[in-house]
């Protein structure tokens, strides 16, 4: 197939390849009101026939139809998907030249969660994973220069309904109110069974359940706590399972309906510069049954054309500046509180110029009732101190001498106007000379303030010593703690260790004295002691004795020295030696004597009571025989150690 394009001189294929096999052939890229002139050649296997040529010459012009929707017969009636299963509509449809195509459906977002695929003579529209939102109907438009056609496949997805709508709280009171709301619009394709209703504090996060059966679309709910906000929530429910919730758009307070508001009470003008002006107020005595929720301030420059009250800030602090302000110009101001349900009459300022003010700085010390602050060990205070002064003074808190250093515990905070101490579990260490000054340009003011922390004592004074040692009893004493703690000594707590303090069992917590003396104690057993102050706030810390043994106020005697043989016989052996030089701080009461045979290993006992003076005769003893002895000396603490053995005396 060939063609003469307009203004050429030699025909040229149409065709991509040496021929086509059909019989018929679409000439594409034609320019339309051009003139082609056309000729066709049939080929066999040995060559080109002859050519036969189209008759005259050829001028493209663009056919026009109108386009029409070829709607397949099962899109005439509603098609039913089950959620998360796929969409897929495919619709044919005729029309020249190629149109435009257009699929849309209301309240869906088509262009992001539908696939649309169009061939010249077809389109088709994919939703991966249907959802109750899909429910309605889906429009075709295709478009043309010859016109317009539509068609519109309505789809029914089988689903869980959507949320209920239109949540409204009525008839709050204290303990009570009603929720209403509207079924949802997408039912899910089955009717709406039943609604679970459920509430939630607006402190906490999970949602307690009501009523989970309720077939109408108001309820009552009962047993609110009064002062608590709470949210509530309805969830619709079919045969597919529950729905989506919907919220109640704003929470309510549990409580009955409220009155006006009292004004607020004193409001003052704390700070004035060229362009601002600072005010602080008092909230009222009586809020209408609701908390106050914040504060409106309004302003009014008296001297403009047309004064008129303008808002300047609505806030919850009871201190705000306001800014902006022409300088010297004449300002009035004034405030009105609001609770949950309504605003109370405006307390209004006296007219001030907007100028820089000079006042000496001022604290109010009407808060100081006594001349010295008692606080108790572990307690919180917060001193608050009001000062005053033009322009803004500085604060500077002093402890002792020095300037006052915070802690994690006792810090201090200045803000609008009012300066505060703050004591976080008070220790004996808070106590003590606190001084703050306030100071501006104008001049300063300083104030002393002293505080005594009153708490458990401190430890008793030591060492703890012992008196009367024996080894069932001891004695103990000790001296009063330094630290009273504010209060008398009511008693001491005695208690005793016999494993070096790893455990700890009570002796006495009712001695009234700095001395107790205690009993059953085990004879050579080690010791320690410790011993606690206790007064009305509690028992104190404790002070720890030594080690100490429970035995006699002595020691056994040293060994007895120079221990001689002299007057051997062949019957006995006399022996001499000089007393211990230490008597274990007791009278030797005597010695005892022991002998052995050369090469026995077995001592004898010569005496069963000691011998008083340092001497002895050992007799009945056997001829020719080789013997050793030895002695030890006796006080009231009992036998000590053994001297060194004589050396061997020979019978003869």
């Not at 340092?614 to 001297?643: I, K, Q, T």
């Amino acid at each position: 197939v060939e063609m003469l394009p307009p203004g050429g001189d030699s025909y040229k294929k149409c065709h991509i390849g040496d021929a086509v096999k059909v019989t018929e052939f679409i000439v594409p890229e034609l320019l339309e009101g051009k003139p082609y002139r056309f000729r066709v050649t049939a080929i066999n296997e040995v060559g080109p026939g002859a050519i036969t040529e189209v008759n005259g010459i050829i001028t493209p012009v663009e056919m026009l139809e109108a386009p029409v929707i070829l709607l397949p017969q099962e899109y005439k009636r509603s098609q039913t998907i089950k959620a998360e299963e796929a969409i897929r509509l495919h619709i044919p449809f005729k029309a020249r030249p190629e149109p435009e195509i257009t699929w849309v459906k209301e309240d869906s977002d088509l262009e992001h969660r539908a696939q649309v695929e169009n061939t010249r003579w077809s389109t088709t529209l994919t939703i991966p994973s249907a959802n109750r939102n899909d429910l309605g109907k889906f429009e075709l438009t295709i478009k043309n220069k010859a016109g317009v056609a539509t068609a519109g496949v309505l789809v029914k997805v089988l689903a869980t309904p959507g949320a209920p709508e239109n949540i409204e709280i009525k008839g709050v009171t204290k303990s009570t109110c009603i929720v209403d709301w509207d079924p949802p619009t997408k039912d899910g394709g089955k009717p709406v069974k039943n609604f679970i209703l459920q509430k939630k504090e607006i402190s906490r996060k999970t949602w307690d359940t009501v009523d989970d059966n309720i077939v109408k679309t108001a309820y009552r709910i009962t047993n609110l706590v009064e002062g608590n906000q709470y949210s509530f929530r309805v969830i619709a429910e079919n045969d597919f399972g529950f729905g989506d919730p919907g919220e109640c758009p704003h929470p309510i307070t549990a409580m009955d309906p409220v009155d006006q508001p009292d004004p607020p009470k004193k409001v003052d003008i704390t700070e004035i510069t060229p362009i601002t002006v600072s005010l602080s107020w008092v909230k009222p005595d009586y809020d209408g049954g609701s908390r106050i929720t914040s504060y409106v301030v309004e302003k009014l420059q008296t001297s403009a054309e047309d004064p008129q009250w303008e808002r300047c800030t609505v806030l919850s602090l009871t201190r705000c500046t306001v800014t902006d302000l022409v300088p010297h110009e004449e300002y009035r101001f004034r405030v009105s509180a609001q609770n949950y349900g309504a605003i109370s009459e405006p307390r209004e300022t006296t007219a001030v110029v907007c100028k820089e003010q000079i006042v000496p700085g001022s604290i109010d010390l009407s808060a100081l009732t006594s001349d010295v602050l008692i606080l108790k060990e572990g307690q919180d205070f917060i001193l608050k101190l009001p000062y005053y002064g033009m322009p803004s003074p500085s604060v500077t808190w002093y402890k002792g001498l020095g300037v006052f250093r915070e802690t994690i515990r006792v810090v201090t905070k200045t803000v609008g106007g009012v300066t505060q101490l703050i004591f976080r579990k008070c220790e004996k260490a808070d106590g003590g000379m606190y001084t703050v000054v306030v100071a501006n340009p104008a001049g300063k003011q300083t104030a002393e303030i002293q505080f005594k922390v009153l708490g458990k004592p401190g430890a008793p004074v030591g060492p703890i010593t012992f008196e009367d040692m024996t080894p069932e009893t001891a004695t103990l004493n000790w001296q009063l703690p330094l630290d009273d703690g504010g209060g008398d000594i009511t008693n001491y707590v005695v208690e005793k260790s016999d494993n070096r303090g790893a455990t700890w069992v009570y002796v006495s917590s009712g001695v009234k004295r700095t001395t107790c003396k205690i009993g059953k104690l085990v004879r050579g057993k080690e010791y320690s002691f410790r011993i606690s102050a206790e007064n009305r706030f509690g028992v104190g810390p404790p002070i720890y004795s030594t080690s100490v043994v429970a035995k006699e106020p002595y020691d056994p005697p040293d060994a007895p020295t120079g221990l001689e043989t002299f007057d051997v016989t062949k019957e006995q052996v006399c022996l001499r030696w000089q007393p211990p030089a230490n008597d274990g701080g007791s009278m030797i009461l005597g010695y005892l004597v022991e002998r052995s045979e050369r090469g026995s290993q077995r001592w004898t006992k010569l005496n069963r009571a000691p011998v008083r003076n340092p001497s002895f005769r050992s007799s009945h003893l056997m001829a020719d025989h080789e013997y050793e002895f030895r002695v030890c000396a006796v006080n009231a603490a009992g036998p000590g150690p053994f001297s060194e053995e004589s050396p061997y005396a020979k019978t003869v």
